[in-house]
């Protein structure tokens, strides 16, 4: 068998092929990855804590330089061009995919970018819908690509902060800090555990024996749709009541279970589920970290499949899918947990798999939720992988 590049190589080469033949010239290349969540969902944007991983599938930008104010954007995924003025950027969302990039563009400009205008060409690897952070990895790949080809940068986490307020602003998703934040830190073989107040994070390597195993449901998500932002609303409205009485939180962050308890007949019966998931997430998170630092897998395992329960039941962000592939993967001889990933609402699951058993699990996934459902699902063996940056050509 012939030896065949690796994927990086083959895109980076066709992406500078077709923009040498539409712009007439040679493009720089950048690259983000998407992400897998390992455990601490839905707490980002309640000042706590998450772990999560980049993997190795990318969104990929070639850009280059115009002399004029405008961004001429080709999407290979839409198979569509879009035409932006860097003069004329604000707006509310357009539920289109020229609102990422015009969204990037507007808030780098708000903090005191001068960008040049564009051509780009955007390649996403990252399966959309899949909560797998196709968004965020769109996000922070394009503003590389505009700061670079402006002869500019900003400090990595105001990197991650920008794309994320683009998202708040110009997409309508009022998201946390994890996925820009683990696109931009993303370490090669290592997940982080990253505190959301102080952006603080942590560095873990995956243990040697094991595979991070990603089964997409094949049902889409769309946190824009508004489920997503209803589940902040409740936390908000957790906040402020238990405020009431502990003037001291500023987020679920400061409450702790026995907290939570004690104040319990002050909330409506939804808030103070949407809050005992967030505030048991935190704790779980935290042990998640202790139990892979001790190498205590069987821990952690555990872990993952408790905190799929807590979204399952207290936060209400599964879908039957999810919780039939959780189900078979947890019947599967030698897995560590498994669990939804992401916002949820279809999307993807993680599972911790030994290595040697990776080839039975896949088997039976595919097998049991094919007849369950008649649906087969994406099934992805995934290393942790690096966060964004520009392309370079190994010699
Ligand atoms: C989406 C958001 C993240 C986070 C997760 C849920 O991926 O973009 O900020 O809130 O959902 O953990």
Redesign the pocket.
Known sequence: MLPTAPVSEVTVESLTRRFRRDFGSDPRVFRAPGRV?LI??????NDGF?MPAAIGFDTWVAAGARPDRSLLVHSDQFHEDAELSLDALAGPPRKHWSDFVRGVAAVLEASGQRLSGANLIIEGQVPMGA?L?S??SLEVATAIALLAISGSSVPSVELAKICQRA?HEYVG?R?????QFIAVFGRSGHALKLDCRSLGYETFAIPSGVRLVITNSMVRHD?AAGE?NLRRDDCEAGVNILRQSMPEVSALRDVTVADLEKHRSTLPEVVYRRCRHVITENVRVLSAGDALRSGDLAHFGRLMNESHRSLRDDYEVSCQELDLLVEIASACDGVYGSRMT???FGGCTISLVPSDGVERFQDNIKDKYQSATGIIPDIYICSAAQGAGAWEKKV
């Open positions: 969540n601490g969902e839905h707490t980002d944007y998450v909560g952070s968004s965020a998202e998703t998201c946390g800090i994890m996925d946190l997503y992401g916002g949820g």
